[in-house]
């Protein structure tokens, strides 16, 4: 059955001139219709890219703003209407309007987890696999780094001459691992390597062997001669990891590493967004578009 469906979005996607963008989060039989799959600064990185007319996003919605802020001109869907990241929804424009008033000397670099109306008064964007390189080469010393303070901890560590401003936001599913849980994986595993995502609090950051991006720590677990991994994000990531590597081991740090709103887009989610008859059309006004959009461009500048 699952491979009918999968059969009809090939076909329908070939006949409309679709692209299927899906995040490394996303379940098996997603990723397999898919026309590209990454992490969020691959997927940015596409979506400038692809000559489709029609843009599908298997991810959350702070995925399909960038896609369409990247290519206004296409149509953009985000495949589940309920998929939202409550990071992204954590800071406004307002509130960061006001902090920026009480620091004018600081430039605003923002992870790509926000929506696309505050990217509008940032500096320049980053994602978990660019934010060291990118604040490295900022010419500036004054950052002020939002929404994630974990993710900013590890920057700030890696580029100590910066000086680095934190709030208190951060990603709900990554910063409840806890230092027990981690304990208790090792003692299980104990032979296990363990990487993890910068999300993860920086008391988990410095117990791991590795800390890095979704497509970071897929990497290094493919490449290295280890046979045992303890995976410190979301729970997808060991499972397709599995499939790739059957010689190795995964396992998940923890079984509540689950991000519900990146479950929540399902085989028939995409089936629908490609009839035309499901998802969401992303519209943005032509103001949000421009003034976001030089802060994702200065993102690919200095990232790629
Ligand atoms: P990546 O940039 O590693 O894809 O992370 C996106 C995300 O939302 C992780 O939780
Ligand atoms: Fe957002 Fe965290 Fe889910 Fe990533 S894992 S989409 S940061 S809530």
New binding site residues.
Partial sequence: MISKIQEEILRLKKEKNICILAHSYQAAEILEVADFTGDSYALSVMASKSDADILIMCG?RFMAETAKILSPDKTVILANSEAG????EQMDTDFISAVKEKNPDYKVVAYI?TTAALKTICDVCVTSSSAVEIVKKLPDKNILFIPDCNLGAFVAKQVPEKNIKLLQGG????AKITVNELKKAKERHPEALVLVHP?CSPKISEMADYVGSTSGIMKYAQNSDAKEFIIGT?ISIAEHLQYSCPDKRFYPMSKDLI?S??KCTTLMDVYYSVCGTGGEEITLDDETIAKARKCIDRMIELGG
């Avoid at 990241?85 to 992204?88: G, K, L, R, S, V």
């Fill in positions: 959350v990241c409550p990071m992204a987890n990603c709900p599913t990554h999300e979301e991000c709103n990146m």
